[in-house]
């Protein structure tokens, strides 16, 4: 069942992957080209025409776009956070539910094999799968980078891995979110909807104090690319909350498809 | 007769307010074939599918060979081949792919059960399941409900879509399991099938099992479809107290319980233009007695 789960959601995995890889190819190319000194005088006037909230928001007063990996920090991980988010969303609200909603759920029950067993190895494949794509899209970058010259290593891999963190919480949640209905069609858009939702209420909330309550309520909190850049560490804090909340949704998910009705 | 194999013990199922099956008790002995019949949405896959354990149960069990079967019995399941009445199966795949898949989720080997019923049924496991007509991907679904030899059938509209000559196939099949003492509940609303193959029959309508009755026995009971014409068609109306069936004008049919020498006695004061006397089909029987 495993194997047949990895076959299928394969070709997903390839288009979510190769749209960043294709971004990030770009990003590559091009940069050399508009990293060079009269550019960056004008990109440094330029940006000080944005009020420091925003800055902040994109995490540009810490960093400057100066570099490929300056670049990576900035925009490139809202990226990487975005689309494994989307990614990770799209595959919890569909990975279990697509039984239900092809109808072939009615053959996978009268089959030798648990509702628990069926639950827990399509979540193995969706993390399996969300680990993938933040290792490849990792190690696509490290090429990158070693290529376009000199990074801090340490700090690199550490941004890379902060994703999974938002990502395993978006694909619990979803997951989860996907037992409560038939149909596939139903949850595409709640998931969008978590994603997004919860990308801007970060935004926000990094804005001003007012706001910073916001980042309460969004799971992009948890994958806190600001601490990284500036300590250059993860909080083990939102490691630990990452995992709890994911497993947390992951029991509740196996509870619920245990006593749902599954026609 | 042997031992119960499949128990249903006061299934009851609502959903929200709306009735689906409402305390229906039946039991199977080893080595029976049993129709459950019924008209459409009397409660049939209502009661199908909590043996299956797809949806909860109001309140009921059901139990296999006296073992109450729950959604997680790994081992009852091992024994129980299902063919549900619409054919869903994963369409990316080929019918050697399916049916490979299926031989991995048993611990015994069942491929060379599969061989046999490949060629019985004549499927080429090449085809791509999303190219399989109706039949074909029905006949897949058999082969997948009994390729691992489960001690018990559960088939709901089993022959819908196979032509005259694969209902034989299929028929035969049955047999053959018959035989071996495996016990199968076949769904219909096929009244004709139920004659051809079981021994016994429960009649569900409105979601009560309403009777329960061996083949034989339905078979004996005398009813007679009768037809007349007669200026009195009213008055033998009263007379006889009769079930009718249709009335146009002077002209009445009606489901007959009396011999035929009795009804001719009962009628012989009355002036008949004409009279009809047909033997009941079982789905007459049907009609007759429990609608």
Redesign the interface.
């Given at each position: 069942m495993f194997k047949r789960e990895m076959k299928i959601n394969f070709k997903n995995f390839m288009i979510w992957t190769s749209i960043l890889i294709g971004l990030f190819l770009v990003v590559f190319l091009v940069y050399p080209s508009i990293v060079n000194s009269e550019n960056m005088q004008m990109m440094d006037e330029m940006m000080k025409i944005f009020p420091e909230e925003m800055l902040k928001a994109f995490n540009m007063d810490i960093s400057s776009i100066d570099s490929a990996f300056g670049w990576l920090k900035t925009e490139g991980f809202v990226f990487v956070l975005l689309i494994t988010g989307i990614y990770s969303g799209l595959l919890g609200s569909n990975i279990l539910l697509k039984e239900e909603s092809d109808k072939t759920i009615e053959y996978l029950n009268s089959v030798p094999v648990t509702r628990k067993k069926i639950v827990i190895t399509k979540i193995l494949c969706g993390i399996l799968y969300i680990t993938l794509m933040v290792v490849v899209i990792g190690i696509f970058n490290f090429i990158g980078l070693s290529l376009s010259g000199d990074f801090d290593r340490k700090s690199y891999i550490l941004l890379s891995i902060t994703p999974m963190l938002s990502s395993i919480v978006i694909f619990g949640v979803c997951i989860f979110l996907s037992t409560f209905t038939h149909k596939t069609k139903k949850t595409m858009g709640i998931s969008l909807g978590i994603v997004f939702a919860s990308y801007f209420l970060n935004i926000i909330s990094e804005m001003g104090e007012s706001t910073e309550f916001l980042k309460y309520i969004s799971i992009f909190t948890l994958a806190d690319i600001r601490n990284v850049i500036i300590n250059v560490s993860i909080n083990p804090w939102m490691v630990v909350l990452s995992v709890a909340i994911t497993i947390a949704f992951m029991m509740l998910t196996i509870i619920r498809y245990d006593r749902k009705e599954l026609v | 007769m042997g031992k119960n194999i499949l128990e249903i013990q006061n299934l009851t199922k609502y959903y929200g307010k709306i009735k689906g099956v409402e305390n229906l008790s039946l039991t199977l002995k080893e080595g029976e074939i049993f129709g459950f019949i019924g008209p459409n949405g009397a409660g049939k896959s209502t009661t199908i599918?909590s043996i299956?354990?797809?949806?909860?149960k109001t309140s009921g069990k059901v139990l296999i060979e006296d073992k109450e079967f729950h959604?997680?019995d790994?081992?009852i399941?091992?024994n129980?081949?299902?063919l549900?009445s619409?054919?869903?199966?994963?369409?990316?795949l080929t019918v050697k792919e399916m049916l490979d898949?299926?031989e991995r989720?048993?611990k015994k080997d069942i491929h060379k059960r599969r061989i046999e019923l490949v060629e019985k049924l004549q499927l080429d496991e090449k085809k791509k399941i999303e190219d399989l007509s109706l039949g074909n991907l029905k006949k897949l679904g058999i082969i997948?409900?009994f390729m691992h030899e489960p001690k018990i059938l559960i088939l709901d509209e089993p022959t819908s879509g196979l032509d005259p000559i694969m209902q034989n196939v299929f028929y035969d099949l049955l047999k053959e399991e018959k035989a071996k003492g495996n016990t199968i509940f076949y769904s219909t609303h096929i009244l004709s099938e139920v004659s051809k193959i079981c021994d016994r029959v429960g009649i569900i309508k409105d979601g009560k099992l309403i009777k329960v009755e061996k083949m034989e026995e339905l078979s004996k009971k005398s009813l007679s479809l009768v037809t007349i014409t007669s200026e009195q068609s009213k008055e033998i109306e009263k007379d006889l107290k009769v079930n009718i069936i249709s009335e146009d004008a002077n002209t009445i049919k009606f489901g007959n319980n009396l011999s035929d020498d009795e009804l001719i006695k009962k009628l012989s004061k009355y002036t008949i233009d004409r009279i009809l006397i047909e033997e009941a089909t079982l789905e007459d029987m049907f009609l007759h007695y429990y609608q």
């Open positions: - | 599918r299956m354990n797809l949806i909860n959604k997680e790994v081992e399941k091992e129980i081949g299902y549900p619409e054919i869903y199966l994963y369409d990316d898949y299926h989720f048993y997948l409900a």
